[in-house]
């Protein structure tokens, strides 16, 4: 069984910083793309951005220049360095990740989400 774990979320006033970590752990082969979402309540889920193995990046226009994706293959984990926040940024982070728990065997994975809240 996978997990994905989140953490880093908060209160930070406008203009702030925040980092964000997601850490897979259990039955892991092998990681695809790792990325983050956000959602609000009664909102859709939105694409933020997402890395690949190679560390290749792609950022939402919302974001861009502002966040920055990475991840550390060693430690399964993948992190969001989020700058310059802005109110619209409040919202439930999620980490998702494209896993194999067997050769080939890929599956999508999402954490539970951590709330990122900014003050104006």
């Known amino acids: 069984q996978v997990q994905l774990v989140e953490s880093g979320g908060g209160l930070v006033q406008a203009g702030g910083s925040l980092r964000l970590s997601c850490a897979a752990s259990g039955s892991i082969f092998s990681i695809n793309a790792m990325g983050w979402y956000r959602q609000a309540p009664g909102k859709q889920r939105e694409w933020v951005a997402s890395?690949?193995?190679?560390?290749?990046?792609n950022y939402a226009d919302s974001v861009k220049g502002r966040f920055t994706i990475s991840r550390d293959n060693a430690k399964n984990t993948v992190y969001l360095q989020m700058n310059s926040l802005r109110p619209e940024d409040t919202d439930v982070y999620l980490c998702?990740?494209?896993?194999?728990?067997?050769?080939?065997?890929?599956?999508?994975?999402w954490g539970k989400g951590t709330l990122v809240t900014v003050s104006s």
């Open positions: 998702n990740a494209v896993i194999a728990s067997r050769p080939a065997y890929f599956m999508n994975y």
């Open positions: 890395i690949t193995p190679g560390g290749s990046t």
